[in-house]
């Protein structure tokens, strides 16, 4: 009964509209407090990481009245944010320091097995952006919004080895653990 079309799904006669699964997850929710002649007013923002785990990743900065308003105000601008980040296997492909006001932030890719060392917001984006073994450090600001924007723009700086050989326009390698072809490094490494 149920007939699919590129992301809409048809029930019945009815149309369902099919989202690819997103990773989400809410960094941080910081509350303001506005003092007026009756009292405090509380207002919250919510700082929250989307991604699909597959090398697309966002995040959004949601401000309301209420915490999940505030939550669903950054999801939906983290879901417009998305946009694309190379990786290399389930790593990065070479060490990275992104920069953003006082946040700065130091990324370097790690062999399998080493899982993601990060904390707090670095982590946050990392798993969205489908990254399995990382190491970072961060060493500005503590600044939620500061560290994860920082991370954003050091994972937009990546380049991998192909996108850098059709740039110039010969074959450039990078290290043999972002490929996956461990097994053949090992084996010339012990053959020489």
């Known amino acids: 009964m149920s007939e699919s079309k590129k992301n809409n799904t048809t029930v019945k006669g009815v149309e369902i509209d099919e989202e690819p699964e997103l990773f989400e997850k809410v960094v941080h929710i910081n509350r303001c407090a506005k003092v007026v ?63 953003y006001d006082g946040g700065k932030v130091l990324l370097r890719p790690a062999r399998k097995g080493t899982g993601i060392i990060a904390g707090g917001g670095v982590r946050a984006v990392l798993e969205a952006a489908g990254i399995k073994n990382v190491l970072s450090k961060s060493l500005g600001s503590n600044n939620q919004l500061s560290v994860v924007t920082a991370t954003m723009n050091g994972l937009s700086q990546l380049r991998t080895a192909k996108e850098i ?13 972002t490929t996956g072809n461990i097994d053949k490094s090992i084996s010339a ?3 020489v």
Do not use: W
């Open 37 to 99: 002649k009756g009292g405090r007013r509380f207002s919250f923002a919510a700082l929250v990481v989307v991604g699909d785990q597959k090398g697309n990743v966002g995040f959004g900065y949601g401000k309301a009245q209420m915490v999940p308003d505030a939550i669903r105000k950054g999801t939906d601008q983290a879901k417009k944010a998305i946009c694309p980040v190379s990786i290399s296997g389930d790593t990065i492909p070479h060490p990275v320091l992104g920069n």
């Open 165 to 177: 050989s059709e740039i110039r326009g010969e074959e450039v390698n990078g290290p043999s653990f």
């Open 189 to 191: 490494s012990l053959s």
